[in-house]
């Protein structure tokens, strides 16, 4: 046998002829390991697509099967016969499992299995790939990565903001998806900040160098960056521009800081969504378009919403904490 079950019960499974007590022996041993899950499910899809019909064909197991059947002395009782029939059949398919089974053991180790991991707003979470590469990922992000990584192909997927510190292997590059673009590692410490409901996305470059690569475009590089250069790239648009920014900024949000440098009040409110999961409900169009310098690191959102006050005077807010709700006025 190819595996710790009888075959037969593998082909009634996959023609649907399971009886209850089979059946609940064919959950027992997909429960029992991982791998037999794995199994099972690649041979169905094999099954499904046809794959099975190929291979009987290419055997020719139909000329042996009528052939053989033919030649049953037909003297036998009736249900002699018909157990002959079913037997063979069960057989042929049999030696179709043994034919097909590593095959189909080998597609399915070369299936990687995906993992996703999200977080919540205010939440951060740090994981180690299996290559050794350190993703952070920020609140309100998610990343999804295979829990290895075949031979030849290292891509993650990410939504969201992630700071990556990369194990380099030049001959197998690391790529993160952000979408619209991948971000293609040559050596590498970097953050990407994709969020879908913004605008521009950014990548920045702390370390080493990384290629940017349009996906929908024959996988053309679009820019090349150095460290201390942040690529910024409208979506709307699909224009982007490349911009000089102080290394120590980059990925400041992985030490619990949220660091506002010449940005609107607008801007602000954004990022204070993001970190604390308050709605604001800005009602003065007048104060939209203050700027501020703050850095903030864990502290209550009533106290950022004080100093915000204290530096803009006509800037008024009430806060209902129930709702998770900011009025500004």
């Known amino acids: 046998m190819i595996t710790d079950i009888d075959n037969i019960l593998l082909i009634k499974y996959l023609r649907n002829e399971l009886t209850d007590a089979e059946s609940q022996q064919i959950v027992d041993w997909v429960q029992a390991k991982e791998s037999n899950k794995q199994f099972l499910f690649g041979l169905k899809e094999a099954y499904m697509?046809?794959?099975?019909?190929?291979l009987r064909d290419k055997?020719?197991?139909?000329?042996?099967?009528?052939?053989?059947?033919?030649?049953?002395?037909?003297?036998?009782?009736?249900?002699?016969?018909?157990?002959?029939?079913?037997?063979?059949?069960?057989?042929?398919?049999?030696i179709l499992l043994f034919a097909t089974g590593f095959f189909l053991r080998d597609v399915v180790k070369q299936q990687p299995q995906f993992?996703?991991?999200?977080?919540?707003?205010?939440?951060?979470?740090?994981?180690?790939?299996?290559?050794g590469t350190k993703v952070t990922l920020n609140e309100n992000s998610k990343l999804i990565?295979?829990?290895?990584?075949?031979?030849?192909?290292?891509?993650?997927?990410l939504r969201g903001e992630a700071y990556f510190e990369v194990t380099h292997n030049k001959e197998t590059p690391f790529m993160v998806?952000?979408?619209i673009y991948s971000v293609k590692d040559i050596g590498t410490k970097f953050d990407v900040d994709a969020c879908s409901d913004e605008i521009y996305s950014y990548t920045s470059l702390k370390e080493g160098e990384v290629q940017i690569i349009d996906n929908a475009k024959?996988?053309?590089?679009?820019?090349?960056?150095?460290?201390?250069?942040?690529?910024?790239?409208?979506k709307r648009t699909e224009e982007y521009f490349v911009k000089s920014i102080n290394i120590a900024d980059i990925a400041d949000w992985t030490?619990?800081?949220?660091?506002?440098?010449?940005?609107?009040?607008?801007?602000?409110?954004?990022?204070?969504?993001?970190?604390y999961g308050y709605t604001f409900d800005v009602r003065n169009d007048n104060i939209s378009n203050l700027t501020y310098n703050i850095t903030i690191e864990n502290e209550p959102l009533k106290e950022i919403l004080s100093d915000i006050h204290f530096i803009t005077p006509q800037v008024q807010y009430s806060i209902n904490t129930e709702r998770k709700s900011v009025i500004l006025r």
């Open 145 to 157: 990565y295979p829990t290895n990584f075949n031979e030849g192909s290292r891509k993650v997927t």
């Open 49 to 54: 697509l046809s794959r099975w019909e190929e």
């Open 255 to 275: 030490k619990g800081q949220v660091v506002i440098q010449r940005e609107t009040l607008a801007a602000v409110v954004e990022k204070l969504t993001q970190k």
């Open 177 to 179: 998806n952000v979408g």
């Open 115 to 131: 993992n996703t991991i999200e977080t919540a707003s205010g939440e951060h979470s740090t994981l180690l790939l299996s290559d």
């Open 59 to 94: 055997a020719r197991a139909n000329d042996g099967w009528n052939a053989l059947i033919q030649s049953i002395d037909e003297s036998k009782p009736i249900s002699y016969k018909k157990w002959m029939r079913i037997g063979l059949q069960y057989a042929a398919a049999a």
């Open 218 to 234: 024959d996988n053309k590089i679009l820019s090349e960056l150095k460290p201390g250069t942040q690529l910024c790239y409208n």
